[in-house]
Antibody, heavy 119, light 111 residues
Framework: EVQLVESGGGLVQPGGSVRLSCAAS????????MNWVRQAPGKGLEWISY????????YYADSVKGRFTISRDNAENSLYLQMNSLRAEDTAVYYC????????????WGQGTMVTVSS | QSALIQPASVSGSPGQSITISCTGT?????????VSWYQQHPGRAPKLIIC???ERPSGDSYRFSGSKSGNTAYLTISGLQAEDEADYYC???????????FGGGTKLTVL
């Protein structure tokens, strides 16, 4: 079964840091570009970061640029998001999502992990 | 404000058809055929239902169809069923400063 499982969310203080992980299974992880997408409570989806299969190309949304770092370990079938200098507005469910190799879309999503930034 | 503009809500009765619009610009929807649509039920992760403007992922419902005209993409759901009640999001590849942009989402109510 093709699956993405996020972990690492929780309560963090403003200005703090947290590292999210996404474990992939059921497909050749090293062949796919990956993304992080977030959703604030009661709000819509916001794409925040993309990493190519080889890590050679990385993009960030302006809202997280300079604070968040995406990375991956193809040997471990894992995707990561290092989140620093966290703000209240970063409170959201964070999803990892696979970029399809056929159709250009987010074709597989994890169940999400909640990050709450609050004192 | 979201980069792609969707109506906040639409509604329809069982068996009817509804269409949701998604308006972008020449930097995204108008230039690229990389428009996708996602269905999200409350408390669940989004699910891809249309990619590349009008392609259905294999095995998915034929009741969902996509199209595009100029800077606006459309999702049509035919033969509405109670289970279609959900939030729907469009997305497009963009040549702008970001990689992908989403619409603000449309809440579909099945009356």
């Amino acid at each position: 079964e093709v699956q993405l499982v996020e972990s690492g969310g929780g309560l963090v203080q403003p200005g703090g840091s947290v590292r999210l992980s996404c474990a992939a299974s059921g497909f050749t992880f090293s062949s796919h570009s990956m993304n992080w997408v977030r959703q604030a409570p009661g709000k819509g989806l916001e794409w925040i970061s993309y990493i190519m299969s080889s890590s050679s190309t990385i993009y960030y949304a302006d809202s997280v640029k300079g604070r968040f770092t995406i990375s991956r370990d193809n040997a471990e079938n894992s995707l990561y998001l290092q989140m620093n200098s966290l703000r209240a507005e970063d409170t959201a469910v964070y999803y990892c999502a696979r970029w399809g190799s056929g159709g250009r879309a987010f074709d597989i999503w994890g169940q999400g992990t909640m990050v709450t930034v609050s004192s | 404000q979201s980069a792609l503009i969707q109506p906040a809500s639409v509604s329809g009765s069982p068996g009817q058809s509804i269409t949701i619009s998604c308006t972008g610009t020449s930097s995204d929807v108008g230039t690229y055929n990389f428009v996708s649509w996602y269905q999200q039920h409350p408390g669940r992760a989004p699910k891809l239902i249309i990619c590349d403007v009008s392609e259905r992922p294999s095995g998915d419902s034929y009741r969902f169809s996509g199209s595009k005209s100029g800077n606006t993409a459309y999702l049509t759901i035919s033969g509405l069923q109670a289970e279609d009640e959900a939030d729907y999001y469009c997305s497009s590849y963009t040549s702008g400063p970001t990689f992908v942009v989403f619409g603000g989402g449309t809440k579909l109510t099945v009356l």
